[in-house]
T-cell receptor, first 111, second 115 residues
Framework: DQQVKQNSPSLSVQEGRISILNCDYTNSMFDYFLWYKKYPAEGPTFLISISSIKDKNEDGRFTVFLNKSAKHLSLHIVPSQPGDSAVYFCAAKFGNEKLTFGTGTRLTIIP | EPEVTQTPSHQVTQMGQEVILRCVPISNHLYFYWYRQILGQKVEFLVSFYNNEISEKSEIFDDQFSVERPDGSNFTLKIRSTKLEDSAMYFC?????????????FGQGTRLTVV
């Protein structure tokens, strides 16, 4: 039961360009969405989040967009830097604290 | 910066043995969680814990699993009789509140290998 899906297992982007990571969800009850970044041998690190009442949230180089009608969110990183190379997880929750994660997208920034 | 710490970083155990994974959540946090990630798969919720009791658990969290906050700082996950399929990275997390717009902070994980 994949309620949160990240259909691209990997993505390579040139340094300085925009990275766009996508996430789709099926449960319309989700009302809060988060992106986590994970380096090897470390735990997920919170990156940015968005409430379902918004369609955009920006924090420095990171912007998350939410399209509720399409049940789709995306993370934009611009400009991409080598330190952004990691696995990015989309996560969602509704009404309580349990997070439902996607399968992750491995982002590689090419110098 | 405060962080969630987990010990050990790697645990190897024989099938059928009991293991205890330990976590020290961030000190002013009140909500605690265990998640796991089997190699190559997504991070999965196991259990949440608040006010000394389980608030939610997944279907993975069967009778072989238990959680405890024995001394007000540690938060432990016990697996009574490990199976090969319990091999995974186990992540502890904590959050300050239960409010919707609160993120959980994760520890670095314990890699459990059951042989």
């Amino acid at each position: 039961d994949q309620q949160v899906k990240q259909n691209s297992p990997s993505l390579s982007v040139q340094e300085g360009r925009i990275s766009i990571l996508n996430c789709d969800y099926t449960n319309s009850m989700f009302d809060y969405f988060l992106w986590y970044k994970k380096y090897p041998a470390e735990g997920p690190t919170f990156l940015i989040s968005i409430s379902s009442i918004k369609d955009k949230n920006e924090d420095g180089r990171f912007t998350v967009f939410l399209n509720k009608s399409a049940k789709h969110l995306s993370l934009h990183i611009v400009p991409s830097q080598p330190g952004d190379s990691a696995v990015y997880f989309c996560a969602a929750k509704f009404g309580n604290e349990k997070l439902t994660f996607g399968t992750g997208t491995r982002l590689t920034i090419i110098p | 910066e405060p962080e969630v710490t987990q010990t050990p970083s790697h645990q190897v155990t024989q099938m059928g043995q009991e293991v205890i994974l330990r976590c020290v959540p961030i000190s002013n946090h009140l909500y605690f969680y265990w998640y796991r990630q089997i190699l190559g798969q997504k991070v999965e919720f196991l259990v949440s814990f608040y006010n000394n009791e389980i608030s939610e658990k997944s279907e993975i969290f069967d009778d072989q699993f238990s959680v405890e906050r024995p001394d007000g700082s540690n938060f432990t996950l016990k697996i009574r009789s490990t199976k090969l399929e319990d091999s995974a990275m186990y992540f502890c997390a904590s959050s300050e509140t239960r409010m919707l717009n609160t993120e959980a902070f994760f520890g670095q994980g314990t890699r459990l290998t059951v042989v």
